[in-house]
């Protein structure tokens, strides 16, 4: 037997079983990371329903089966209440990644904005053309529903499908951002290499001006 033919018949744990669960969450983390360190202060990326608009267009084009509802063709309206709504989910999965990454648990509180949200839809079958069907999502609010029930989903599979060992915060005193760590070992740090880059070299720069030999 070749190589070849032995590695191909060895069981494979790559990380492409990580990145699946990472890409099935990859929503949720996206609007979580919508908030950013920006020269040391905190910057809202969504400062307006404009701007959530905008947000949403370009994350259903990132991740186009995770924004799939009843409604998904109509067009949304930006509303306030919406514009609102979603900024009060963000907070609320922003407190229990929090709560995740630093405590590796949460409190039965941490899940009820988020369960609030689920409830505005639910799962049904329909008929297709050709007479078999397909599961869709159905909602019981289409106005606010067709945006945050999509938001919740990403987030139900990143909390129950995902290792929570690998949901980290980037160590980057200057960065708030949250990552799922698909690498073998489960050891990245960094949201980026460009973030890693400006720690490290912010750590050199504080190790030489104390007269410290950089590591």
């Not at 990145?19 to 400062?47: C, F, Q, S, Y």
């Not at 945006?147 to 708030?176: G, M």
Request: proline fraction near 5%; aromatic fraction near 6%; charge should be positive.
């Amino acid at each position: 037997m070749t190589k070849a033919t032995r590695r191909a018949k060895e069981p494979h744990a790559s990380p492409s079983a990580h990145g699946a669960v990472a890409l099935r969450g990859a929503l949720a983390l996206d609007l979580i990371n919508t908030e950013v360190m920006d020269r040391g202060k905190k910057r809202d990326t969504l400062p307006s329903p404009e701007a959530l608009a905008r947000w949403w267009e370009a994350a259903c084009k990132r991740y186009p089966d995770q924004c799939v509802s009843e409604r998904a063709d109509e067009t949304i309206n930006w509303t306030s209440e919406l514009f609102d709504a979603v900024l009060e989910l963000r907070r609320a999965l922003r407190m229990l990644i929090t709560h995740v990454v630093e405590r590796g648990a949460v409190e039965e509180e941490n899940l009820k904005p988020l369960n609030a949200i689920l409830a505005l839809g639910y799962s049904a079958i329909e008929r297709t053309g050709e007479g078999n069907v397909k599961p869709v999502m159905r909602l019981r609010d289409p106005e606010k529903g067709s945006v945050l029930v999509p938001i919740a989903l990403s987030a139900l599979r990143l909390f129950t499908e995902s290792d929570w060992r690998r949901l980290h915060q980037c160590k980057n005193d200057r960065c708030i951002l949250f990552f799922y760590d698909t690498t073998k070992n489960g050891a990245r740090r960094w949201c980026s290499p460009g973030c890693m880059n400006r720690a490290r070299s912010i750590q050199q720069y504080h190790l030489i001006k104390k007269g410290a030999s950089p590591l």
